[in-house]
């Protein structure tokens, strides 16, 4: 009989590319039977960019790619389990695992696996994929009230977890400070292998520098100046894959809308072939003020490597660290930099061919020897198997 697997959603999107493309299907691909429950929006699912579907997935309940999707709407969440219908459609998928991925939904899950102990002898088992780090301590826009609050939610729920994933070693690092005998593991934000794949460098027409995903408006006012910048001196264009939010827009100088691609929000296997033509990979996150921005190591930064494209970012721990150990790229050694520091960063790349090249290879070569979610396919389902021995397994890389 096979084992089911439920996972709950809060605020995500059913089609988060980690949580659909990666780890369900994969866990599907494994013999599990995998259920998502997911919020509706005014009555309708979202797509990654927020916007509703309105012409399809309208069934409160259907499969899709052979994954169970249950819908219930948010309007309707309350801070009673009791009466969350989240919580309610949870307990009645009765699984062997519950998989959460937000803060709530882990609270959510920890009351699901209570009560089925209790009330069945049932002896379910809940993960939490913590992507993010919730409280984030150093971020200003939380007051110190709702920190310590989310703080007292998360230390209860870590009561009852079985297992942790996690993104980056630091937020590892960060947990098992918390307690050290929590299991954790980190399954990188990473996507499969593409199939082909041509070393950058090796042309010498237009120069291509892209952003991939969500855009804030700091980030867009950096992008508009960089290519301002660039565009003076060589023919150079920026790729914005992504962008704004549904409901959301950003201006473009009248004089640099030929320089600046607006791709949008693309399917997630389409993101190669979107790439292709992508020379460098800018990553811009402010980590002043954020733990999560410091220890971040986003699905862009997978998504460029996996194409064999050189990244150029910003001094983020865990990303510093990736990109000096396996040469892939150049990290502007500031917290915050400024366009020009940019500018530097890319037209150093530019102007030297050859070590753009060896970089674009050093990036490919890390995903195929250790980072792309083939490898982390094989640790995320050791997890799971890891709960049909009385011991957890050693989860070797």
């Not at 969350?84 to 920890?110: R, T």
């Not at 000096?324 to 990290?331: A, E, P, S």
């Amino acid at each position: 009989m096979k084992q089911k697997v439920c996972m709950l959603l809060c605020y995500l999107p059913f089609l988060d590319a980690r949580i659909f493309e990666c780890e369900a299907k994969s866990l599907l691909k494994h013999g599990y039977e995998v259920t998502i429950i997911a919020p509706r929006k005014n009555g309708y699912l979202f797509d990654i960019d927020g916007k509703p579907f309105t012409d399809r997935f309208r069934r409160k309940t259907f499969h899709y790619q052979g994954i169970k999707i249950v819908t219930y709407d948010s309007e309707k969440r309350t801070e009673n389990p009791l009466l969350d219908p989240l919580y309610q459609l949870g307990l009645k998928e009765n699984a062997d695992f519950y998989q959460a991925h937000e803060l709530n939904s882990f609270f959510y899950g920890k009351e699901i696996k209570v009560v089925l102990r209790k009330q069945k002898g049932k002896n379910a088992k809940l993960i939490y994929d913590s992507r993010q780090l919730i409280p984030d301590s150093f971020s200003l826009n939380i007051n110190e009230e709702t920190k310590q609050k989310w703080r007292r939610m998360l230390l209860e729920n870590l009561k009852e977890v079985d297992y942790i994933l996690t993104v980056s070693d630091s937020i590892k690092s960060w947990y098992l400070s918390i307690d050290p005998l929590l299991s954790v593991e980190v399954i990188h934000n990473s996507p499969p292998l593409t199939p082909s794949f041509k070393a950058k460098g090796e042309h010498t027409d237009r120069f291509v520098t892209a952003h991939e995903g969500n855009l804030s408006k700091a980030t867009t006012q950096k992008i508009v100046s960089i290519t301002d910048s660039i565009s003076r001196v060589t023919d150079f264009q920026f790729k914005i894959i992504g962008g704004p939010r549904y409901g959301e827009s950003i201006s473009i100088p009248k004089h640099l809308q030929t320089k600046v691609n607006l791709s949008g929000w693309v399917p997630y296997h389409s993101l190669p072939a979107t790439l292709s033509d992508v020379d460098i990979g800018l990553i811009d996150l402010d980590p002043s003020h954020s733990l999560n921005n410091a220890f971040s190591m986003p699905s862009k930064f997978f998504s460029f490597l996996n194409n064999g494209i050189p990244v150029v970012v910003n001094k983020c721990s865990d990303m510093d660290k990736f990109v000096n150990t396996h040469q892939c790229g150049i990290v502007i050694n500031q917290l915050n930099p400024a366009p020009a520091d940019y500018v530097k960063g890319i037209m150093h790349l530019y102007k030297n061919k050859q070590q753009l090249k060896q970089m674009s290879i050093n990036a490919r070569k890390a995903m195929v020897d250790v980072y792309s979610w083939i490898h982390m396919e094989n640790r995320y389902i050791k997890v799971y198997k890891s709960f049909l021995t009385n011991r957890t397994q050693y989860l070797l890389r």
